[in-house]
């Protein structure tokens, strides 16, 4: 869909005019009051279910949440994805062509904040008939702009269900993003952000940023399981997991002794990542959608009060968190529950012990699904919801 | 010193002659029973205590741990500094000529091992006419080290003390390293290892392997305590602490709105550690001493149990940990500290509550100083010591 009027930006800025991709299932019942938006994390897009037709493997994105008789049910809720401005998958970013110089924008490309990004959407949904959601819903960063939504939009948003989220990136969170911006930034192929004059793509960049992100999106623990200290020609041998044969001592498999070439799992896996990554995301993008996360902070206004800036909430919540999610812990999402409870809100919340990090969110965990199928089956029943989960702390004895 | 004789390695290959710069403290004494060997990690050096008389703040790397009067005290014991193999420090490594060309060897130098190294060092003592050390002693790498030589040199080695160490990397670990090298090798001033003879550095590679190591190094607490969300010029302010003022809602410094400059406090901290490390350090010998690092682990020829493997152990122990360590947790000790129970070894183990994760090794924490303190004074005396610290839990409850 294409915007004609400019979009003010949180940075001052303004974009003259932008186009949104955005997919929709199920159907917009005749009150317009069972939509469902879902927000995207860092590297997704509008297409969160679903195949399309002459396209084998391509699930969307949140496939095993949302579809025809899923935790989201598009039977019941018209879900609508969207692909985020300055993103790299259909809708106006850094590829596209900046009315002002008729060349892409590349690193010229305004600055877009969550905020930013909330405000875009509440656009379509305004040129799409809809009101009210039922439920804005997202994970991680897409959790963020669930967050946001309740706070620019409270008369619009009936719930706001958070995932694997935090209230803002902490210290070392943005240190990771720095050092992928930096990888990126540092690359020769960047040439300033402008490198698609320049013909070339700043894979080495890209490739680096990519494989930073993978180790923090897994737990340490299933990162062990996976790939242990595993040789790469040892597949199937079993001859050098860290445990062992179990049949005593067994000549292990030769090291290589290499220093550049791969001689662990671990690493053919995280280049691989690299790699594919590298083929299909854009620089530009990446530099935005990391500084997005690093800039939000709704306490930030409020004197670094988050039950402040929370006041303004007038949703219900759903928060979810993983327990071996180290890049946003369970602490996170509790410091949220607690500024919503301060204020009174109605909250559920769910713990769930999960053993795959951050990455979690995006898996099919049963408890996490049945968490979710519970509480949008109450949104479209009406019904009040608590959510249930075996490792769900009793809110009263939150820190 | 320089040593003639060819160096066997675990690879196959062989150094055929090479140099080893070390650095030596205290007196040796006439039976020449209080050697204490210091191994040290990534990227240090020989120089583990005091200053170069015409040098003001060259103060050794563990200038809080060694010298007159210190834990490790140089009044009593003659405590030997050493560079590895392949560092960039003084020993033979990358910069030097291959004698095989006349060139520099860059990255054709061997692949080195830990237990290359306790090879070379054990020359060393040699020539130095120790047969015993009264001591053994490394943090991290160091401490791999000084496991290491209690396995292949046992009747030389009284007491090894390893300090915030691990039996092996983990998957994450080696992880973390791989990206680093990637950086540094998809440099294109790398140009395969050889940059030497093309007057480059690969600067940018090496800086992002900075930034990374010091993520690792560092706790989630205190990167939040020390960086926080602060904005690099609302320094003194306190007006973009996570925390707030206190004094409610005032208006925070404005964002700058940027993807390229530093926002940042913890981007700055970080840029600045990689700028300074891209200077002196050696891209080649991080690329050997992280896959040093990879390599270890003394489990894997005995099927993958450490019990089977520390069979072989004489001496007594001392482990310590910090509980903020995420890059090697106290849970890694634990595994040594429970696989040497399990020989009957005599073990110290002391656990240090301490913030600052993994660089807790190298700093003052006044528990740690006191536990160094306290087991070197029992190693001097010849007293039985055990270690103690406010977190030390009984050696019966490990897991």
Redesign the interface.
């Known amino acids: 869909m294409h915007f004609a009027a400019p979009l003010p930006l949180?940075?001052?800025?303004t974009v003259r005019d932008y186009t949104l991709a955005y997919e929709t299932y199920g159907t917009l019942d005749a009150r317009r009051s069972n939509a469902v938006l879902v927000c995207h994390a860092l590297n997704a897009s509008h297409h969160v279910a679903g195949v399309y037709a002459d396209q084998p493997g391509s699930e969307g994105w949140w496939d095993t949440m949302i579809g025809p008789g899923k935790p989201v049910d598009t039977d019941r809720f018209f879900v609508i994805g969207i692909n985020n401005l300055g993103s790299c998958f259909g809708s106006t970013g850094p590829m596209d062509t900046n009315p002002a110089t008729g060349r892409a924008w590349g690193?010229d490309f305004p600055?877009v904040t969550v905020e930013d990004w909330v405000d875009a959407q509440a656009r379509l949904l305004d040129a799409l008939g809809i009101e009210t959601l039922a439920a804005v819903l997202g994970g991680s960063l897409g959790g963020m702009q669930a967050l946001s939504w309740s706070l620019r939009h409270p008369a619009r948003v009936r719930h706001a269900v958070v995932v694997a989220s935090a209230p803002?990136?902490?210290?070392?969170n943005?240190?990771?993003n720095?050092?992928a911006?930096?990888?990126i930034?540092?690359?020769?192929d960047f040439h300033g952000?402008h490198f698609y004059a320049h013909g070339t793509v700043p894979k080495?960049g890209l490739?680096?940023a990519r494989?930073?992100g993978?180790?923090t999106y897994?737990s340490?623990d299933v990162?062990?399981e996976?790939?242990?200290?595993e040789l790469r020609r040892a597949v199937g041998t079993g001859a050098?997991?860290?445990?062992?044969?179990?049949?005593?001592?067994?000549?292990?498999t030769p090291?290589r002794?290499?220093?550049?070439d791969v001689?662990?799992q671990?690493?053919s896996y995280?280049?691989y990542q690299?790699d594919k990554f590298s083929e299909y995301f854009d620089a530009?993008t990446y530099?935005?959608i990391?500084?997005a996360l690093?800039?939000f902070?709704p306490?930030?206004?409020?004197?670094?009060?988050l039950t402040?800036a929370l006041a303004r909430t007038a949703a219900k919540f759903l928060l979810v968190s993983f327990t071996t999610d180290w890049r946003f812990s369970p602490l996170r999402s509790r410091e949220i529950v607690r500024a919503l409870l301060d204020n009174q809100r109605t909250v559920s919340y769910a713990e769930i012990d999960a053993p795959h990090g951050h990455d979690a969110f995006l898996l099919d965990d049963p408890r996490y699904l049945d968490v979710m199928r519970a509480y949008f089956a109450g949104i479209a029943t009406g019904a009040a919801v608590t959510a249930t989960a075996p490792a769900t702390p009793a809110l009263e004895a939150l820190p």
């Open positions: 949180q940075s001052g800025g690193a600055v803002n990136l902490n210290a070392e943005i240190a990771f720095e050092v911006r930096r990888a930034v540092t690359d020769p952000g080495r490739r680096i494989m930073i993978h180790i897994l340490d990162m062990n996976k790939f242990g200290r050098d997991g860290a445990a062992g044969s179990g049949a005593g001592p067994s000549a292990p090291y002794y290499t220093t550049q001689e662990f671990i690493e995280l280049r690299g530009n530099l935005l990391t500084r690093d800039y902070d306490a930030r206004e409020h004197g670094g009060s402040r």
